[in-house]
């Protein structure tokens, strides 16, 4: 998308959050109960049926990134890059248990010490990013789930390449992972928020 490499970051947050908001209402056109055409709502930012007065909120959907570390080791996946594991929140699904299941799902392992870093609106899938830090629990051999992953694997803190596009929380995890905060990332490399 334009928008992930859009200058400055905050026309680029502006215009992915319309285009956000557009598809909401385009595909809220219609009551999901009874059919009828929606209508905006005057008080707030949902949209309203006039017939049967259901009203339905933009959709915004959890999901979990989690950078699993062991030591001075970091699991990264080889998914357009190198990415850490995500995956959406189920209904009844704490946070915490979300990272324990996508964990366990994608590789295969048991973490502990989970804990919270940031979240983020993503709103190329309609999502908000709730990233985190764990450790591993136990062994260390990764088991793939071949149909999320096609490949993962333990990297050393100097194996994990510098991001030039720090548009995402995975980008920022990984970076306090390997520089120990963004701001030694910033002063290692020179480049500045919001560039």
């Known amino acids: 998308s334009v928008f992930r490499k859009m ?3 905050y026309q680029a947050f502006a215009g ?5 908001l557009h598809r909401w209402k385009e595909s809220r056109r219609f009551c999901g109960r009874c059919g009828h055409e929606t209508e905006d709502s005057k008080t707030e ?3 309203v049926c006039p017939f049967c007065g259901q009203t339905e909120y933009p959709k915004i959907c959890p999901a979990v990134i989690v950078a699993i570390t062991d030591g001075d080791r970091i699991i990264l996946s080889r998914y357009r890059g190198y990415a ?5 929140v189920e209904i009844g699904e704490t946070f915490e248990d979300t990272v324990r299941r996508e964990v366990m799902e994608e590789v295969g392992l048991k973490v502990k010490n989970i804990r919270y870093y940031k979240s ?4 190329f899938s309609d999502t908000e990013m709730i990233g985190f830090f764990a ?7 990764i088991r793939l789930q071949e149909d999320e992953l096609s490949e993962a694997g333990w990297y050393h803190r100097d194996q994990v390449p510098d991001e030039t596009m720090l548009n995402s929380i995975g980008s920022e995890l990984k ?4 520089y120990g905060s963004m701001e030694k990332f910033y002063e290692a490399t020179g480049i500045r928020p919001g560039e």
């Open 135 to 141: 450790e591993l629990d136990g062994d260390d051999t």
């Open 175 to 178: 970076m306090v992972f390997k």
């Open 16 to 20: 992915i959050t319309a285009t956000q």
């Open 120 to 123: 983020q609106p993503w709103a």
């Open 84 to 88: 850490l594991i995500a995956g959406f």
């Open 7 to 9: 200058t400055p970051m």
């Open 45 to 47: 930012r949902a949209v």
